[in-house]
């Protein structure tokens, strides 16, 4: 699912950018047009969000260990 959703977002078609976060976190970033999307991983939490936005709306997903 998570490769099909990669192949398939405009967001992956235009510029990344890794955030600046604190030493625990990392966030990863995609941004093309109107479309984003955000990887957001937080390892003394062991959780992830996987925020997506584009034209039809956002979307957002959590991912736990």
């Known amino acids: 699912r ?7 977002h405009p967001a992956f078609q235009g ?3 890794l955030g600046d976060t604190e030493d625990h976190v990392l966030q990863l970033q995609w ?3 109107d479309a984003s ?3 957001r ?3 003394q939490q062991l959780q992830a969000d ?4 584009d034209s ?8 736990q260990a």
């Not at 996987?50 to 936005?53: A, F, G, K, S, Y």
């Not at 039809?56 to 991912?63: M, R, Y």
């Open 2 to 8: 998570l490769i099909r959703l990669r192949n398939a």
């Open 15 to 17: 510029r990344f950018r």
């Open 31 to 33: 941004q093309h047009a």
């Open 37 to 39: 999307a955000t990887l």
């Open 41 to 43: 991983v937080d390892l």
């Open 50 to 53: 996987i925020t997506l936005c």
């Open 56 to 63: 039809s709306g956002t979307q957002a997903h959590t991912l």
